[in-house]
């Protein structure tokens, strides 16, 4: 699926994968993988970035929304956010598109 290659880019868009569990406990996600039998526990950080991968974003809009919320340079945000989202494609927890996607086209693009 060439939409979904592995490249992290500040122009594609984040996207949570449909094939797991996940619900914010005391400010943190906590993701589990039911394939793989992991949990993830994520920071406060990690989950506002989490709670915007919904695939209407790319990664710049979310680094954008991340400067508003902790004060940091646009930078240092975009930044961190690549890195995270890199970490979350490494782990199979997300994926990052070309274009808008949700959790139901990649669900549905994954079983067809």
């Known amino acids: 699926m060439g939409t979904q290659a592995n490249q992290v880019t500040p122009e594609r868009y984040l996207v949570r994968s449909p094939f797991l569990a996940w619900r914010v406990i005391d400010g943190q996600a906590v993701l589990i993988s039911p394939q793989e039998r992991e949990l993830h526990c994520l920071n406060e950080v990690g989950t506002d970035i989490w709670s915007l991968a919904d695939g209407s974003r790319t990664l710049t809009q979310i680094a954008q929304e991340m400067t508003r919320l902790y004060q940091v340079t646009p930078e240092e945000a975009l930044q961190d956010v690549l890195t995270f989202a890199q970490a979350l ?10 274009h808008p996607t949700s959790e139901e086209e990649l669900e549905q693009t994954e079983v067809s």
């Open 89 to 98: 494609l490494d782990k199979g927890v997300a994926f990052v598109c070309d």
